[in-house]
Nanobody, 122 residues
Framework: QVQLVESGGGLVQPGGSLRLSCTSS????????MNWHRQAPGKQRELVAA???????KYADSVKGRFTISRDNAKNTVYLQMDSLKADDTAVYYC????????????????WGQGTQVTVSS
């Protein structure tokens, strides 16, 4: 089983920055995509950012221009750089890896991290 472990969460003031890290126990190339999700109290879990094995990225409209997803293949690590943080960004952030069938795009394997708390407050 491939394990994902997040780190880098914490308390930050509005306008501040944090960088989250997600390290895989195995090669991140077993996944077609690596994603960051978040879940705030009373809210549905939502996709924040994604990066494919080919390097393509996408972001939720609410974080576009403020968050950046990247990866270091040698370190089997995916990052989420969060700038200009707002109170609404407060949530538990989860790293997610997905392996899909190329032809059908159906999920073959999926792994989730334990989550890391991000709190934006003055």
């Amino acid at each position: 089983q491939v394990q994902l472990v997040e780190s880098g969460g914490g308390l930050v003031q509005p306008g501040g920055s944090l960088r989250l890290s997600c390290t895989s126990s195995g090669s991140i190339f077993i996944f077609n995509a690596m994603n960051w999700h978040r879940q705030a109290p009373g809210k549905q879990r939502e996709l924040v950012a994604a990066i494919t094995s080919g390097g393509s990225t996408k972001y939720a409209d609410s974080v576009k221009g403020r968050f950046t997803i990247s990866r270091d293949n040698a370190k089997n690590t995916v990052y989420l750089q969060m700038d200009s943080l707002k109170a609404d960004d407060t949530a538990v952030y989860y790293c997610n890896g997905v392996r899909t069938d190329v032809a059908t795009i159906k999920v073959l394997y999926e792994s989730w991290g334990q989550g890391t708390q991000v709190t934006v407050s003055s």
